[in-house]
T-cell receptor
Framework: NAGVTQTPKFRVLKTGQSMTLLCAQDMNHEYMYWYRQDPGMGLRLIHYSVGEGTTAKGEVPDGYNVSRLKKQNFLLGLESAAPSQTSVYFC????????????FGPGTRLTVT | LAKTTQPISMDSYEGQEVNITCSHNNIATNDYITWYQQFPSQGPRFIIQGYKTKVTNEVASLFIPADRKSSTLSLPRVSLSDTAVYYCLVGDPRLPDQTGANNLFFGTGTRLTVIP
């Protein structure tokens, strides 16, 4: 099993550009999450999904959109990137809700100039 | 959501036992306590979870007193490879749900440095 994979690993965007981050899991998990991690801030939840076709807002959802068209994939979109969105983005999935064991991907380092 | 407080950083020598305490004074009846470990340039990794008393696995032990207002992660005989950030999470595992409620707050964690 590959676990949780994220594409791409690195990306540099100019302000105003758009992009989509892809998260894929092969563990048949119902729940998937997107976090961002900034120095001194810990991990903050952006959006999450409790099943295929469903999404919900987390702690810091503004400027991001998500979609869960297939159970194994969770996409994070930035429609108009801003420098404040420079961060490391982690995707995670879990079999159960909430803070039961979550499996994290390796992260995507995004820089917006 | 129960707010957690943990030390920002700790140092330990190789081979010693390390105890990291997390305070969560307003923990709710349905809340569980979960610890994650994160190495540089990697995503967090689940270590252990518990509700009360003591939980032990092959990696660590988790001690939770009767009042549950704090918990202690114990790492036996640490090695250099245990240098990482350790996060304490407290919350109701029934959440999040589609109403928007969520309890997935990692905070800033405790940076453990193991010294040779």
């Amino acid at each position: 099993n590959a676990g949780v994979t994220q594409t791409p690993k690195f990306r540099v965007l100019k302000t105003g550009q758009s992009m989509t981050l892809l998260c894929a899991q092969d563990m048949n998990h119902e729940y998937m999450y997107w976090y961002r991690q900034d120095p001194g801030m810990g991990l903050r939840l952006i959006h999450y999904s409790v099943g295929e076709g469903t999404t919900a807002k987390g702690e810091v959802p503004d400027g991001y959109n998500v979609s869960r068209l297939k159970k194994q994939n969770f996409l994070l979109g930035l429609e108009s990137a801003a420098p404040s969105q420079t961060s490391v983005y982690f995707c995670a999935s879990s079999y159960s809700r909430g803070i039961y064991e979550q499996y994290f991907g390796p992260g995507t380092r995004l820089t917006v100039t | 959501l129960a707010k957690t407080t943990q030390p920002i950083s700790m140092d330990s020598y190789e081979g010693q036992e390390v105890n990291i305490t997390c305070s969560h004074n307003n923990i709710a009846t349905n809340d569980y306590i979960t610890w994650y470990q994160q190495f540089p340039s990697q995503g967090p990794r689940f270590i252990i979870q518990g509700y009360k008393t003591k939980v032990t696995n092959e990696v660590a032990s988790l001690f939770i007193p009767a009042d549950r207002k704090s918990s202690t992660l114990s790492l036996p005989r640490v090695s250099l490879s245990d240098t990482a950030v350790y996060y304490c999470l407290v919350g109701d595992p029934r959440l999040p749900d589609q109403t928007g409620a969520n309890n997935l707050f990692f905070g800033t964690g405790t940076r453990l440095t193991v010294i040779p």
